[in-house]
């Protein structure tokens, strides 16, 4: 039995006692299935932006707003709360499960050279399924979308915004000027193996600074932080969504599929909607605002007329605004370092399912259900790059036990390879390509709204994506290499692929290989509808997330980012919805 199945079973204790803890505390509900004909405000998808703005926009009550979701609710299965759940959420009711494109430089080792995307579907969206991780990024990154024409979102203009989010739950970060207590979304940090102490050890040897990445200094190492309050997932719709539930202007619609925006004279009036196979038209008086996420709103977008006037035309959808929606589309790519190790207390199968592992998640809320096991992260510049100042190039995860391989969907020869060698303790290293310059594109499938569209990372086309992953890479393996690390018996034999094997052992070409082979996606994608001066043919929203051209119509999620930030993209994409409820608002 792999580690998934057992994974499930002590998964299946854990439901029973989180259920009663969700029952508890699930406010009123304004889930409806009665539609009226008009709102002000119609918010299509309830994700990591969608739930935070549905929270905000309904605190001035005088405003009325509907939320539609095309998934479920988080209620329905107590699993959505429990944080290790997040490695075996994947493939299920709540995932849309999507594949990319054959890839031409890249996904070599994966079935059919494609990379599977989760993308959640139900009420939280993505922040349901993700891994919790709580990062805002560098401060670089928001004075380059500043600089590149988004007025108004430099460092200094958004920081306030994570911090109205947040609830520290780290008492020594409290009094810091970097973090807020009160809000919403509890962030915590979720120790559960003794392997931090030796991560730390391994970078002080380096001469790595030990930072609270979300602080003052983003460089260097630090013990993760998660969206994690009292060891339940804080996804955007339990922390945000739940607690306002009983609104009487905020109204929520799920299994209800957006299928287009309707727009009279360029202006979006209302969008059309199927619910239980039925088709209804919902206006909005105020506005439409899309929080479908990177995949969704440019689907949507392009299905109504929205979108590169060559490929609307080529489907024979009429061009209301010929602008580059599915342009751009940005991934982090990452590739991981697998070891055995001869101490003990990594995320095991007997650790995960021993009875105590569920006596003191249900009791306490901690140990090995209690995290993603991503206990450190690291942000590392490996060359000093004039273009993006000083945001870091690689980041680093050390992820405390050997993940499931099944899980990337691996050619079946080469997780056989993998599979025959992995050891029962041991440690995963992973690198991160945080700015790629390579260029993806998103583009519909056909017009059925229910076609998955085509979706084409198009990863590592460009060479100094492969240098800068090496560098990263490099950075990793004198990491290994440390005293500290050695003295736990790591290694870096588990490498020596077959694959790779015409290519003398860790060299830049073996490496290279590996790298195209195995590099997969972090679950990043984002910047197809780029933000920026309206002046400027690459955008396609304003700095206020108003789409060119178009009256009433914004679309407020991951992807209006014109770049992919330094880190992971949750809390950024929560900091974005709160930003517009804001404007929004007029607050
Ligand atoms: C496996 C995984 C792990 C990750 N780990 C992390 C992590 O540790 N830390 C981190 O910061 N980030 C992580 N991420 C990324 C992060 O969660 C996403 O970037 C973020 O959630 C995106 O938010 P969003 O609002 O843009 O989209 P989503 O949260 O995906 O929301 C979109 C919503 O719209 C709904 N929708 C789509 N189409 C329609 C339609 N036509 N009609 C109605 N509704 C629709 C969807 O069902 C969904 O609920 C991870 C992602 C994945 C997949
Ligand atoms: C996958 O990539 C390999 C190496 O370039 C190529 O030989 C193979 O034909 C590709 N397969 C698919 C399905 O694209
Ligand atoms: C992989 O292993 C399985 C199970 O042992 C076997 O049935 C299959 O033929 C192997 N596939 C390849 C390509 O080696
Ligand atoms: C672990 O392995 C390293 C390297 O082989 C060795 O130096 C160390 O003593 C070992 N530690 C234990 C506890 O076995």
Redesign the pocket.
């Known amino acids: 039995m792999g580690l998934l199945s057992h994974f499930i079973l002590g998964l299946v204790v854990a439901v029973l006692v989180a259920y009663f803890m969700s029952i508890k505390k699930n406010g009123g509900s304004s889930v409806v299935s009665d539609i009226k004909k008009e709102y002000d405000y119609i918010i299509?998808?309830?994700?990591?932006?969608?739930?935070?703005l549905a929270s905000r926009l309904s605190e001035k009550d005088d405003v009325t707003i509907l939320l539609?979701?095309?998934?479920g609710e988080e209620t329905e299965n107590p699993l959505y709360h429990v944080p290790a759940g997040?490695f075996v959420?994947?493939k299920t009711e709540a995932?849309?499960g999507y594949y990319t494109e054959p890839q031409k430089f890249s996904h070599f080792g994966l079935k059919g050279n494609r990379s599977y995307?989760?993308?959640?579907?139900?009420?939280?969206?993505?922040?349901?399924?993700?891994?919790?991780?709580?990062?805002r990024g560098s401060r670089y990154d928001y004075d380059n979308w500043a600089s590149q024409g988004c007025t108004g979102w430099a460092y200094d203009d958004v920081l306030s915004y994570f911090l109205k989010s947040e609830d520290i739950l780290i008492p020594t970060l409290k009094d810091s000027k970097f973090h807020n207590t009160g809000g919403y979304l509890g962030v915590s940090h979720a120790r559960v193996t003794p392997f931090v102490d030796y991560y730390l050890k391994a970078a002080k040897e380096l001469g790595f600074k030990i930072v609270d990445y979300n602080g003052e200094e983003f460089e260097g190492f630090g013990e993760t932080q998660?969206?994690i309050r009292n060891g339940e997932r804080s996804s955007?719709s339990k922390a945000f969504l739940r607690p306002v539930m009983h609104r009487q202007n905020l109204q929520v619609s799920s299994h209800?599929?957006?299928?287009k925006v309707i727009i009279e004279k360029q202006v979006a009036v209302g969008v059309e909607?199927v619910r239980g196979g039925r088709k209804y038209q919902i206006y909005a008086s105020k506005e439409v605002i899309l929080?479908?996420?990177?995949?969704?709103?440019p689907?949507?977008l392009m299905l109504s007329g929205i979108g590169p006037k060559p490929h609307l035309d080529e489907l024979g959808i009429p061009v209301i605004a010929d602008l580059p929606v599915g342009e751009n589309l940005q991934d982090h790519l990452m590739f991981g370092v697998t070891t055995g190790i001869n101490i003990t207390g990594s995320f095991t199968e007997n650790a995960v399912s021993s009875w105590w592992t569920y006596v003191q998640y249900f009791l306490f809320g901690t140990g090995y259900l209690s995290s993603?096991f991503?206990e450190v992260v690291a942000h590392v510049q490996t060359e000093r790059d004039k273009e993006f100042k000083s945001a870091p190039d690689i980041q680093l995860f050390f992820l405390s036990g050997v993940p499931n391989k099944d899980l990337i969907g691996l050619r079946d020869d080469v997780k056989n390879e993998t599979r025959s060698k992995l050891p029962d303790e041991g440690l995963h290293g992973i690198v991160g390509l945080l700015h790629p310059k390579s260029r993806g594109t998103i583009r519909l499938r056909s017009r059925n709204?229910f076609d998955p569209p085509i979706i084409d990372p198009n990863y590592l086309a460009e060479e100094d994506d492969v240098k800068t992953f090496i560098r990263g890479f490099r950075v990793m393996e004198k990491y290994l290499a440390t005293k500290t690390m050695q003295k736990i018996g790591v290694t870096l034999d588990l490498l020596n692929f077959k694959l790779c094997g015409g290519h003398e052992f860790l060299s830049d070409v073996f490496v290279e290989c590996l790298i195209r082979h195995n590099a997969v996606?972090?679950?990043?994608?984002?910047s197809t509808y780029k933000m920026g001066s309206p002046k400027d043919p690459s955008t396609v929203v304003d700095p206020q997330l108003r789409v060119k051209g178009i009256g009433k119509l914004r679309v407020?999620?991951?992807?209006v980012m014109p770049d992919v930030t330094s880190?992971?993209?949750?809390?950024?994409?929560?900091m974005?919805?709160e930003k517009a409820a804001d404007m929004i608002l007029e607050r």
Request: proline share 5%; with cysteine; hydrophobic share 40%.
């Open positions: 299509v998808g309830g994700g990591s932006a969608g739930a935070v539609l979701e095309a998934g997040c959420l994947q995932d849309w995307w989760p993308r959640g579907k139900v009420l939280g969206g993505t922040s349901i399924l993700n891994c919790m991780v709580y990062n998660f969206t955007t209800s599929s957006v299928v909607m929080s479908a996420g990177a995949i969704g709103s689907q949507i993603s991503l709204p996606t972090m679950y990043h994608p984002t407020v999620d991951a992807s880190g992971n993209t949750n809390a950024p994409t929560i974005i919805a």
